[in-house]
Every structure is written in C-alpha cells, then in structure tokens.
C-alpha cells in the first residue's frame, strides 16, 4: 500500500519527523530501503544500460555520484567543468566528489550561511580558481547572468539543479552554457503521462508539502527534448533525472528515452556512503 497515497502528506511529514526521534526508526527506513533496492535492481538486471546498477554514494544524497562517474565513463569528459544550482554547503551535493577529482565548476546557492562554510572549508579550492562560489537566490531572470558573472559560458560537462521548486523554469531559461549532461531533481509524486509544474514563482519557498512543487518526470522529458537531450534514466531513489545531449549519441543508455521508461517512484530511504569509488560497482551501496 502507498502510505502517502492512503494517508496523505500530513502523514508523511509525520513519519519523516518520527525517523529522526525514535531509536531505531532510521536503521529500520534503511533496512526497508535497501530490500527495495535489491527488488529493483532484479527488475531490469537484464538490462545492463540502465543506470542503476552503476549508481553509489560518497557525498551525493542518494546514489548520484555512481551514476554520474557512470555517464562520463561512456560519454568521456570535456572541459572536466560543473554547474551546480543548489549546492548546499558543499558536504552534501552532486559535484563534491567531482571537485576532489580534479573538476573545476560554479556553486550557487541562496543561503548565506551555506555560502560561508563554503568559503571556509574549500578555501585552498577557491583560492586556486577551482571552485567559484556564488550567494544568489536563483530565479529563471537572474541565472543566465549568475553564470556568466562567475566567468562560465559555452560547453560545460555537467550542469545540476536542486533549487527545490523553480527547477524546471530555471532549466528551460539556461542559455548562457550549453551542458553535456544534466541531473536535476524531478516531483515523483507525479507520474508519467502526467506533465506538470508548480507555478513560476521568483520568490518561492519550499513549504515542506513533496507533492507541491517542482516538475513531473514527464515535463522535464519534454523540456529536455526541446533543448535537444534524451532523459536516459534517474537514481533508484526516484529524486533525480538524467539527461545527456543528444548530439553526443545515447545508443549506450537504455531506450526508449521516456519518463514512462524510465520513472523511479520516491523512496524514503537512505543510501549509505562509501569513502571512495567501488570496484566493478554494480548496485548503490546495496
């Protein structure tokens, strides 16, 4: 039974709240989470294109590192360069693990304090010319102008959104780079054929309600055929989405391109971390 379908989102803030609380709980969503894991990975083991077999977590929040070495081990690298919209405070985020490898790229993010340990824990990167960093709260007005401010333009291997609301807005308005491979966040609670968004708002702010905000699957399949990429799959915990340029050939991911192909629905699960990259790494962290 879907419990957030059956009891709605009250219930859900509800447990999420309880995870942190009750001893246990929290062991328990990862047990639960990783006998998920296992069943969807025998579901497509006879392909072995999808991305989730290659997914694995250093300082991802989910399985983002894995699948992201994964893509750049069949399309190769560019420039070896990173946008990242929502970079948090740099613990957590999709590109750390890049940066440490040797990358160079932009973190914007809106919190000012976020910003700050930022400046202060990768000091040596952003002294180098490494990492740019940039305090904005970003809208589909302003990130064109955030990005080429930061010294970026042109090609750039990988492009991510995390902004929790305007992603797929601030994604169709990107003009300023021209990515290899996006990953941006998608709103499972709404499952292809759906096509759907929150509105545009360039003041918004995450309430808390999952179901409110962001993009459907399906839009941003649409959104990304118009700007020229195929969605080649999302991490097994239904969070986010792939897509690499079509130009690039995509005969290597598994077809068909399509949210319905391709949808993860949301599992309130963790992944556990690994301090470097598995050997021959077939499933995430399981």
């Known amino acids: ?35 998920y894991i296992r069943r969807a990975l025998r579901t497509i083991a006879a392909d072995p294109k999808r991305l989730e077999h290659y997914g694995f977590r250093v300082y991802s929040q989910n399985d983002e590192d894995g699948i992201i070495a994964h893509i ?26 890049l940066l440490n ?21 990768m000091d040596r990167q952003i002294s180098a010319g490494q990492l740019s960093v940039t305090c904005a709260f970003i809208t589909r007005e302003n990130i064109n102008d955030l990005i080429l401010a930061a010294g970026f333009s042109g090609e750039v291997d990988l492009l991510s959104i995390d902004i929790d609301g305007n ?33 545009y708002d360039p003041d918004f702010r995450w309430d808390g309600h999952i179901g409110s905000s962001g993009a459907s699957l399906k839009l941003l399949e649409r959104i990304g055929n118009e700007k ?9 915990t239904g969070v986010n989405a792939f897509f690499v340029r079509r130009d690039l050939g995509n005969e290597r991911f598994s077809a068909p391109f399509t949210a319905e192909h ?3 629905r949301w599992l309130m ?14 499933a995430p962290g399981v």
């Open 1 to 35: 039974m879907n419990l957030v379908r059956f009891h709605g989102r009250p219930m859900l803030r509800k447990m999420r709240k309880l995870a942190g609380r009750i001893p246990g709980l929290k062991s328990l969503r990862a047990l639960v989470g990783r006998v």
């Open 269 to 282: 699960a963790s992944i556990p971390h690994v301090s470097t990259e598995p050997a021959g790494v077939s």
């Open 72 to 97: 750049f081990h069949v399309i190769g690298m560019a420039n070896m360069s990173f946008i990242e919209c929502g970079a948090g405070d740099g613990t957590e985020n999709n590109t750390r693990k």
């Open 167 to 199: 992603d797929a807005h601030v994604w169709r308005a990107i003009s300023a780079v021209k990515p290899r491979v996006v990953c941006i966040e998608y709103n499972a609670f709404h499952r292809p054929p759906i096509e759907w968004t929150s509105d």
């Open 101 to 121: 490898e040797g990358w160079h790229g932009l973190w914007i993010d809106g919190d000012r304090q976020n910003v700050e340990i930022i400046r202060t824990t």
């Open 262 to 264: 391709h949808f993860r």
């Open 228 to 236: 020229g990429y195929a969605l080649v799959g999302c991490n097994i």
